[in-house]
């Protein structure tokens, strides 16, 4: 394919599209995507967050052998090394590189107000950082992209939160978007009265999750909360080795992500249930957590409390959409009655 016409398709339905309610795309689904996508003259075909997610890894160590594709290239998503490390020693960039995509998107912060309070890093950092990634990726052959992530709540907005909440006589949980050290200390450092931590796999990553907690806060680790959430097959695999790890005090079932690492939608539609198999997957994971003897929790909805608790959990997350929903159906229901009236 040609790279110096002046107009070129970049789609993006197998990472950003295929986040959409109720799909979810099998590793199979993506490759035949891309043969339709490539049949109509796509010139970019993202495939995915290798590294991040076990079945876009999966996607790009097919696709070098099962994809002829005539027009388009594949790009692997990902973002820029972190700060203070080199990018050619960088694991995310390793995995970019190692995907095989001859075009790599990196996102990268482009507001002065996310680089200093979400990187926690200067703006020359910044700069360096995408310079760095970039230069590395382009030794390397590769065609690299550079998206400007705009960003959500910052650390400050976050401070603002936790003193809400405290003031009102409740506490701040925060779920950084990773379990980088930096994210973690400013997440405590900002306030929050616990943190809720993603992904994880294996005994090795809980161990360091807890180095970084009690290094954020050497002092205060005691009256804060850590979470680690279980939300995936490998994690579930390595389950029992995981409890054995001290200074976690919630081990966390996350269902969406639970569900998607065993090949289902991560949503659920209104009025719908998950597949049964990650349902009794939840439940016996619940089981087993406090079997050990540890403190259990997950995502609840109003019907599924009472089992959830019979099962073992005691933190119960609820989200605050299906409050709205029902406030809206209930204000819908009496507009409807007050017309009828009428």
């Given at each position: 394919m040609s790279t110096t016409d002046a107009f070129h398709v970049y789609d993006t339905t197998l990472r950003d599209g295929a986040q959409q309610e109720g799909l979810n795309l099998s590793v199979a689904?993506?490759?035949?995507?891309?043969?339709?996508?490539?049949?109509?003259?796509?010139g970019y075909i993202e495939g995915g967050w290798p590294g991040a997610n076990p079945k876009d890894t999966e996607f790009f160590r097919r696709a070098a052998a099962e994809l002829d594709l005539k027009h388009a290239r594949l790009a692997a998503f990902g973002s820029t090394r972190r700060a203070g490390t080199a990018a050619a020693d960088d694991p995310q960039v390793a995995a970019l590189r190692e995907s095989g995509a001859s075009v790599v998107t990196l996102v990268a912060k482009s507001h002065d107000r996310h680089v200093e309070l979400a990187l926690r890093t200067t703006l020359d950092e910044n700069l360096e950082m995408v310079r760095d990634s970039v230069e590395h990726l382009r030794a390397q052959g590769r065609r690299v992209f550079i998206d400007c992530e705009h960003g959500l709540a910052s650390f400050e907005d976050i401070h603002h939160m936790a003193k809400a909440a405290r003031y009102a006589g409740g506490f701040g949980i925060v779920r950084p978007q990773n379990?980088?050290?930096?994210?973690?200390?400013?997440?405590?450092?900002?306030?929050?009265?616990?943190?809720m931590i993603p992904l994880?796999?294996?005994?090795?990553?809980?161990?360091?999750?807890?180095?970084?907690?009690?290094?954020?806060?050497?002092?205060?680790?005691?009256?804060?909360?850590?979470?680690?959430?279980?939300?995936?097959?490998?994690?579930?695999?390595?389950?029992?080795?995981?409890?054995?790890?001290?200074?976690?005090?919630?081990?966390?079932?996350?269902?969406?992500?639970?569900?998607?690492?065993?090949?289902?939608?991560?949503?659920?539609p209104a009025g719908g249930k998950r597949a049964q198999e990650a349902l009794d997957l939840i439940d016996e994971t619940l089981r087993r957590i406090r079997a050990a003897g540890k403190q259990a929790g997950t995502l609840a909805v109003k019907q599924d409390v009472a089992h959830l608790v019979a099962q073992g959990a005691q933190l119960l997350y609820y989200h605050a959409d299906p409050f709205l929903v029902d406030g809206v159906n209930a204000m819908r229901g009496l507009a409807d009655a007050r017309g009828r009236v009428r």
């Open positions: 689904d993506k490759l035949n995507i891309a043969r339709q996508l490539d049949g109509l003259g796509v379990q980088e050290r930096s994210t973690i200390t400013r997440c405590l450092n900002a306030g929050a009265d616990g943190v994880i796999h294996t005994a090795e990553i809980a161990r360091q999750v807890v180095h970084t907690f009690r290094y954020a806060v050497p002092d205060d680790h005691a009256n804060r909360l850590l979470i680690a959430m279980v939300e995936s097959v490998e994690a579930v695999r390595n389950l029992d080795a995981i409890l054995d790890v001290e200074g976690i005090d919630v081990f966390f079932v996350g269902p969406g992500d639970l569900s998607q690492s065993m090949g289902y939608s991560p949503s659920v």
